[in-house]
């Protein structure tokens, strides 16, 4: 049974920085691909990062490039989202999600539906 836990959100000024982790098991950790998704009060949930085991490669939505970093552990079955200069705007539920396929297509970050979710963290910038 895949099982994903995050952990790290709370209440931070905008400016600031929050580091999410993701603690994932029950899956085969070698070959996966894990993504991190948010929703905001009234909104859809989008599609944040997501990081491949097979090659390293990380994908971005345009809405946190720059500022937002994904990376994983796999000594630790651990994924992390070190989140820079926090805007009010990105306040929102965090989940992590495994069992997704991501790509970038015309420049643009896609993602299929995930399989499996965490239950999410709570992220609130402040003004």
């Known amino acids: 049974e895949v099982h994903l836990v995050e952990s790290g959100g709370g209440l931070v000024q905008a400016g600031g920085s929050l580091r999410l982790s993701c603690a994932a098991s029950?899956?085969?950790?070698?070959?996966?691909?894990i993504g991190w998704f948010r929703q905001a009060p009234g909104k859809e949930r989008e599609g944040v990062s997501c990081?491949?085991?097979?090659?390293?490669?990380?994908y971005y939505a345009d809405s946190v490039k720059g500022r937002f970093t994904i990376s994983s552990d796999n000594a630790k079955n651990m994924v992390y989202l070190q989140m820079n200069s926090l805007k009010p705007e990105d306040t929102a539920v965090y989940y992590c999600?495994?069992?997704?396929?991501?790509?970038?297509?015309?420049?643009?970050?896609?993602?299929?539906?995930?399989?499996?979710w965490g239950q999410g963290t709570q992220v609130t910038v402040s003004s």
């Open positions: 029950g899956f085969n950790y070698d070959d996966y691909e």
């Open positions: 990081i491949s085991s097979s090659d390293g490669t990380t």
């Open positions: 999600a495994a069992h997704l396929t991501c790509v970038y297509a015309s420049g643009n970050f896609y993602y299929t539906a995930p399989g499996s």
